[in-house]
T-cell receptor, first 114, second 109 residues
Framework: DTAVSQTPKYLVTQMGNDKSIKCEQN?????MYWYKQDSKKFLKIMFS???????INETVPNRFSPKSPDKAHLNLHINSLELGDSAVYFC?????????????FGPGTRLTVL | KNEVEQSPQNLTAQEGEFITINCSYS?????LHWLQQHPGGGIVSLFM???GKKKHGRLIATINIQEKHSSLHITASHPRDSAVYIC???????????FGGGTRVLVKP
């Protein structure tokens, strides 16, 4: 059983389109995260939700809108895609917001904007 | 300058060699994570530590809070250890991880 799953794994789209990436965790964790890994391989936090509530919102364009329908799901919707949005996006979860335990990562979604 | 610096950026070793990766940070932290990113892209958490030393199989992680430094050691390295190893710190205040740039390790048979 996959602990943290993301769909799709690959996403190729044109500039200006709107797309969504879905994430689900079956670990019973309270906290979920979205990270962006750029071409230089640096990972940066974008958002964090704890029990469906937003707790971290880094300096991310408001074209990016996370949605957490329940604590097992955290989806990422991106409007008006730009070339600079091309990256690998990782979803992750941890037991609680205090991060007293390890994080579990999804397999990543490679987004390419043409 | 990044809050989390790793060295070296790249490392090539022969199978069986002892490998050390270093991580230095400039902020007060409550925990430090070591992650492994496989060539296929997946990320796995190896260790989370706030003091002392942890061992799992051939991997050993140490941290010195006073010196703001951590090391990840791989004993008897194997080609399957080839990956990017990433250090991340959780600040004493706040609930997010700040990541180093990663160390790309290649172990040749």
């Amino acid at each position: 059983d996959t602990a943290v799953s993301q769909t799709p794994k690959y996403l190729v789209t044109q500039m200006g389109n709107d797309k969504s990436i879905k994430c689900e965790q079956n670990l019973g964790h309270d906290t979920m995260y979205w990270y962006k890994q750029d071409s230089k391989k640096f990972l940066k936090i974008m958002f964090s939700y704890n029990n469906k509530e937003l707790i971290i919102n880094e300096t991310v364009p408001n074209r990016f809108s996370p949605k957490s329908p329940d604590k097992a799901h955290l989806n990422l919707h991106i409007n008006s895609l730009e070339l600079g949005d091309s990256a690998v996006y990782f979803c992750a979860s941890s037991q609680d917001w205090a991060m007293r335990n390890e994080q579990f990562f999804g397999p990543g979604t490679r987004l390419t904007v043409l | 300058k990044n809050e989390v610096e790793q060295s070296p950026q790249n490392l090539t070793a022969q199978e069986g060699e002892f490998i050390t990766i270093n991580c230095s940070y400039s902020v007060g932290i409550s925990a430090l994570h070591w992650l492994q990113q496989h060539p296929g892209g997946g990320i796995v958490s190896l260790f989370m530590l706030s003091s002392g030393k942890k061992k799992h199989g051939r991997l050993i992680a140490t941290i010195n809070i006073q010196e703001k430094h951590s090391s990840l050691h791989i004993t008897a390295s194997h080609p399957r250890d080839s990956a990017v190893y990433i250090c991340a710190v959780k600040r004493a205040a706040g609930n997010k991880l700040t990541f180093g740039g990663g160390t790309r390790v290649l172990v040749k048979p």
